[in-house]
């Protein structure tokens, strides 16, 4: 059974341009979270979808953005990066409703120059 | 805001020895936790969980506690090894729906 795969793995922006991140998750599960992690703040919450809609949407700027298709993969977009945005960026996958059980990717490392 | 902490960022055992590794939570309506181990380079993966109609949940060589009066979970390693040197997090779930609240985790450094 193949686990949450995140594309790409590492990318490099400058400040100011946009980055779409892509998670596809495991066959099944329906939910798809998205969370930030740094050195400084740990992992947080950005936002969660389940079958196409937004769930739940942690404290982010509306420069974070997500979206969901029918087959389940989710994106992620951020635009007008800064410098604060370089950070491990982690999806998590789970079968939504009231499922339990969270599966992680091995995430997209952004660094913004 | 609701939020998990950790007690001890960093617990050094010995090869062999069992850790423990320590939660508090604060969202008294949390009705799932979990407890992640992540490698450096790599997402968090999934150790354990417990839902919040249990005290106590026992895996490979992992045990989860659940405290709900005082709102506190343990992760117990037996028998701990080098392997199981990494940084754990442990997360409860918001009860409005698929949100992870993590703690700040714990970097457990095992010594031969």
């Known amino acids: 059974k193949a686990g949450v795969t995140q594309t790409p793995r590492y990318l490099i922006k400058t400040r100011g341009q946009q980055v779409t991140l892509s998670c596809s998750p495991i066959?099944?599960?329906?939910?798809v979270s998205w969370y930030q992690q740094t050195p400084g703040q740990g992992l947080q919450f950005l936002f969660e979808?389940?079958?196409?809609?937004?769930?739940n949407k942690g404290n982010f700027p509306g420069r974070f953005s997500g979206r969901q298709f029918s087959n389940s993969r989710s994106e992620m977009n951020v635009s007008t990066l800064e410098l604060g945005d370089s950070a491990l960026y982690l999806c998590?996958?789970?079968?939504?409703?009231?499922?339990?059980?969270?599966?992680f990717g091995s995430g997209t490392r952004l660094t913004v120059v | 805001g609701e939020s998990v902490g950790l007690h001890l960022p960093t617990l050094s055992v010995q090869e062999g020895d069992n850790s423990i590794i320590n939660c508090a939570y604060s969202?008294?309506?949390?009705?799932?936790f979990i407890w992640y181990k992540q490698e450096s380079g790599k997402g968090p993966q999934f150790i354990i969980d417990?839902?919040?109609?249990?005290d106590k949940r026992q895996g490979q060589r992992v045990t989860v506690l659940l405290n709900k009066t005082v709102k506190h979970l343990s992760l117990q390693i037996a028998a701990t090894q080098p392997g199981d040197s990494a940084v754990y997090f442990c997360?409860?779930?918001?009860?409005?729906?698929?949100?992870?609240?993590f703690g700040q985790g714990t970097e457990l450094s095992v010594k031969p």
């Open positions: 998590a996958s789970s079968p939504g409703g009231q499922g339990y059980g969270y599966t």
């Open positions: 066959s099944g599960h329906r939910s």
């Open positions: 979808y389940f079958s196409e809609t937004q769930r």
């Open positions: 969202n008294s309506a949390s009705d799932y």
């Open positions: 417990i839902r919040s109609n249990m």
């Open positions: 997360a409860e779930k918001d009860n409005q729906g698929g949100k992870l609240i």
